[in-house]
């Protein structure tokens, strides 16, 4: 089309209004703004602690991703702007992008077409500098350990029992497995190392569940980062790292603040993955937006299976809260994907694939509904190509379960193409609702994960790995057992095999590796071939990304 628009050209011809503005918007006075420019800006939260909760929570998640894409964030902003647009008092909730995936095979993560959060390429890029103080803050800890074990060993630590990784924040499959130490007995003690990507540390899981200042340094002084020759689990605490790593995340805590396309207030701020974390953005960030705005936005990463998992029985459970109503969102395009049709033919009418795509979609809508006890909403994103018959048919087997289908226009429309949504959202949200977790935490580590498996990703069951079945045997001698846990898993499946699309039957989930993260408060279970490291695709999205002479960036989606 002659008139079309890339994301970043559509950002980038936005007409922001000062953040102070927007902060008036949302009832934030200015006094408590700390301007990034003038677009953008932290907010001091503190003076807000005592207001009570006002808003409704709305929880938007999706199916599982596919190569055809399915638009989550692009449906949470041009929700809130809809939802605006109707006279509703809404705030954005949303994670902040990770460097890696910008520059691997995402591209920006912002929204799209008129449903973005801007300025895009300074949230897209850098930000306000929250994610290289995490990675400060993990690096600190990661060298104050090694000098430790350098400067004598009082503790006592087993250097083949460190558990605490370095991060950087980019996809770099290099850096997953490295010798470090080598040079000398001045370059400190050889031994087997790794890094994982910032948004995989355990900081940054911290980072996002923490209440206030006084909370998160509690948190950070209880990760564990090794174990000692007799096995006994070493803490942040015991290597005196809690203070100084607060100190690199004191600024970072406090919410980022920005605008939609439409000039509504948006908090972005933390960003851990749902495949190998826990998904949400932070605590603090949802917590103000509900004290502020009569309805909140936010979004948990990738599927159903994973980010609302999480942000249900993980966020949930910590804040105290439960979402009020879910938008499930989908495509037609990736349902015929789920549905057997490879990627260059999913613009042609299939009705047979569609129908044959659609137990994914039914599966994810069933455990909102059955395992959760909550009202959910399934959000279509348009695309030119989805013909009447497919829309009727996703209308008419989702309308089985007692669940309506909405129509998403926003990357095309903005708000005005959310209004149908927006209003079957305002509908949910006065619905009452029976919630409830997945499991209760008086489980065990191991029926904790087979209730995820089984009743989230419909498994037959769940096997450990021999070195998995002795991690679970130490973790619960160690009193970790009364934790939620929290399942690296992939993201394409219900299964940890990212080949068997739809809705899977007859697998079994395999744990092959079991940690503890008592910062968060929850079990980390490693299944399949996740990694917590990504690496790059063979073509980056990288090699698009470029700077004109006017200091101008292109490229970025």
Same mark, same amino acid.
């Given at each position: 089309?002659?008139?079309?628009?890339?994301?970043?050209?559509?950002?980038?011809?936005?007409?922001?209004?000062?953040?102070?503005?927007?902060?008036?918007?949302?009832?934030?006075?200015?006094?408590?703004?700390?301007?990034?420019?003038?677009?953008?800006?932290?907010?001091?939260?503190?003076?807000?602690?005592?207001?009570?909760?006002?808003?409704?929570?709305?929880?938007?998640?999706?199916?599982?991703?596919?190569?055809?894409?399915?638009?989550?964030?692009?449906?949470?902003?041009?929700?809130?702007?809809?939802?605006?647009?109707?006279?509703?008092?809404?705030?954005?909730?949303?994670?902040?992008?990770?460097?890696?995936?910008?520059?691997?095979?995402?591209?920006?993560?912002?929204?799209?077409?008129?449903?973005?959060?801007?300025?895009?390429?300074?949230?897209?890029?850098?930000?306000?500098?929250?994610?290289?103080?995490?990675?400060?803050?993990?690096?600190?800890?990661?060298?104050?350990?090694?000098?430790?074990?350098?400067?004598?060993?009082?503790?006592?630590?087993?250097?083949?029992?460190?558990?605490?990784?370095?991060?950087?924040?980019?996809?770099?499959?290099?850096?997953?497995?490295?010798?470090?130490?080598?040079?000398?007995?001045?370059?400190?003690?050889?031994?087997?190392?790794?890094?994982?990507?910032?948004?995989?540390?355990?900081?940054?899981?911290?980072?996002?569940?923490?209440?206030?200042?006084?909370?998160?340094?509690?948190?950070?002084?209880?990760?564990?980062?090794?174990?000692?020759?007799?096995?006994?689990?070493?803490?942040?605490?015991?290597?005196?790292?809690?203070?100084?790593?607060? *100190? %690199?995340?004191?600024?970072?805590?406090? $919410?980022?603040?920005?605008? /939609?396309? +439409? #000039?509504?207030? &948006?908090?972005?701020? @933390?960003?851990?993955?749902?495949?190998?974390?826990?998904?949400?953005?932070?605590?603090?960030?949802?917590?103000?937006?509900?004290?502020?705005?009569?309805?909140?936005?936010?979004?948990?990463?990738?599927?159903?299976?994973?980010?609302?998992?999480?942000?249900?029985?993980?966020?949930?459970?910590?804040?105290?809260?439960?979402?009020?109503?879910?938008?499930?969102?989908?495509?037609?395009? *990736? %349902?015929?994907?789920?549905?057997?049709? $490879?990627?260059?033919?999913? /613009?042609? +009418? #299939?009705?047979? &694939?569609?129908?044959? @795509?659609?137990?994914?979609?039914?599966?994810?809508?069933?455990?909102?509904?059955?395992?959760?006890?909550?009202?959910?909403?399934?959000?279509?994103?348009?695309?030119?190509?989805?013909?009447?018959?497919?829309?009727?048919?996703?209308?008419?087997?989702?309308?089985?379960?007692?669940?309506?289908?909405?129509?998403?226009?926003?990357?095309?429309?903005?708000?005005?193409?959310?209004?149908?949504?927006?209003?079957?959202?305002?509908?949910?949200?006065?619905?009452?609702?029976?919630?409830?977790?997945?499991?209760?935490?008086?489980?065990?580590?191991?029926?904790?994960?087979?209730?995820?498996?089984?009743?989230?990703?419909?498994?037959?069951?769940?096997?450990?790995?021999?070195?998995?079945?002795?991690?679970?045997?130490?973790?619960?001698?160690?009193?970790?057992?009364?934790?939620?846990?929290?399942?690296?898993?992939?993201?394409?499946?219900?299964?940890?095999?990212?080949?068997?699309?739809?809705?899977?039957?007859?697998?079994?989930?395999?744990?092959?590796?079991?940690?503890?993260?008592?910062?968060?408060?929850?079990?980390?279970?490693?299944?399949?071939?996740?990694?917590?490291?990504?690496?790059?695709?063979?073509?980056?999205?990288?090699?698009?990304?470029?700077?004109?002479?006017?200091?101008?960036?292109?490229?970025?989606?």
């Amino acid at each position: 089309m002659a008139d079309y628009k890339s994301d970043i050209e559509i950002a980038q011809e936005a007409e922001m209004l000062p953040i102070v503005e927007v902060a008036r918007k949302a009832g934030i006075a200015e006094e408590l703004l700390e301007p990034y420019g003038r677009t953008k800006a932290k907010v001091d939260i503190h003076p807000l602690a005592d207001r009570p909760r006002k808003g409704k929570l709305v929880l938007v998640t999706a199916i599982n991703p596919t190569p055809a894409g399915e638009g989550k964030t692009t449906t949470s902003v041009g929700l809130a702007d809809a939802m605006n647009r109707c006279g509703h008092q809404t705030m954005l909730a949303l994670r902040e992008p990770s460097l890696g995936p910008v520059f691997g095979i995402k591209g920006g993560a912002a929204g799209g077409g008129r449903a973005q959060v801007v300025p895009m390429e300074d949230i897209n890029l850098h930000f306000t500098g929250d994610f290289h103080a995490i990675g400060a803050a993990n690096n600190l800890c990661a060298a104050m350990l090694d000098n430790h074990i350098k400067q004598g060993n009082e503790l006592g630590i087993d250097p083949r029992r460190v558990v605490w990784k370095r991060c950087v924040d980019m996809n770099d499959r290099q850096l997953r497995n490295v010798v470090d130490g080598l040079g000398g007995i001045a370059d400190g003690m050889p031994r087997e190392d790794g890094f994982d990507i910032t948004v995989a540390s355990e900081v940054m899981a911290v980072f996002c569940l923490a209440t206030d200042l006084a909370d998160l340094k509690a948190r950070l002084a209880r990760m564990v980062v090794a174990y000692t020759y007799d096995r006994k689990p070493v803490t942040v605490a015991d290597i005196k790292a809690e203070g100084a790593m607060c *100190a %690199l995340l004191k600024d970072a805590i406090k $919410p980022n603040l920005v605008q /939609t396309l +439409e #000039n509504n207030p &948006a908090f972005v701020h @933390g960003g851990p993955f749902a495949n190998i974390a826990h998904g949400c953005n932070s605590v603090e960030a949802t917590s103000c937006a509900l004290k502020l705005a009569d309805y909140v936005v936010t979004e948990a990463g990738f599927g159903a299976d994973l980010g609302a998992e999480k942000f249900l029985d993980i966020k949930c459970r910590a804040m105290g809260v439960a979402p009020d109503a879910v938008v499930l969102v989908a495509t037609v395009r *990736a %349902l015929k994907y789920n549905g057997g049709v $490879p990627k260059d033919e999913l /613009t042609s +009418e #299939n009705l047979e &694939a569609l129908e044959a @795509g659609m137990p994914n979609l039914l599966q994810h809508v069933s455990n909102i509904q059955d395992v959760y006890g909550l009202p959910v909403v399934v959000a279509i994103n348009a695309f030119p190509t989805d013909t009447k018959a497919e829309l009727d048919l996703v209308a008419k087997r989702c309308g089985e379960l007692g669940v309506n289908v909405a129509l998403s226009e926003v990357w095309a429309k903005g708000s005005e193409g959310g209004v149908a949504l927006a209003e079957e959202v305002v509908r949910l949200c006065e619905q009452p609702s029976d919630f409830h977790y997945s499991y209760e935490l008086d489980c065990s580590i191991a029926e904790k994960i087979e209730a995820v498996a089984k009743r989230i990703y419909h498994a037959d069951g769940v096997d450990f790995t021999p070195k998995a079945s002795r991690q679970l045997k130490q973790l619960t001698e160690l009193g970790f057992d009364g934790l939620p846990v929290c399942i690296a898993k992939t993201q394409y499946s219900f299964s940890d095999d990212p080949k068997k699309l739809g809705a899977p039957k007859g697998f079994r989930i395999t744990v092959r590796n079991l940690r503890v993260s008592a910062g968060a408060g929850f079990i980390v279970a490693l299944t399949g071939d996740i990694m917590t490291m990504p690496g790059l695709p063979k073509v980056p999205a990288a090699e698009k990304i470029d700077v004109t002479e006017d200091g101008k960036i292109v490229g970025l989606f």
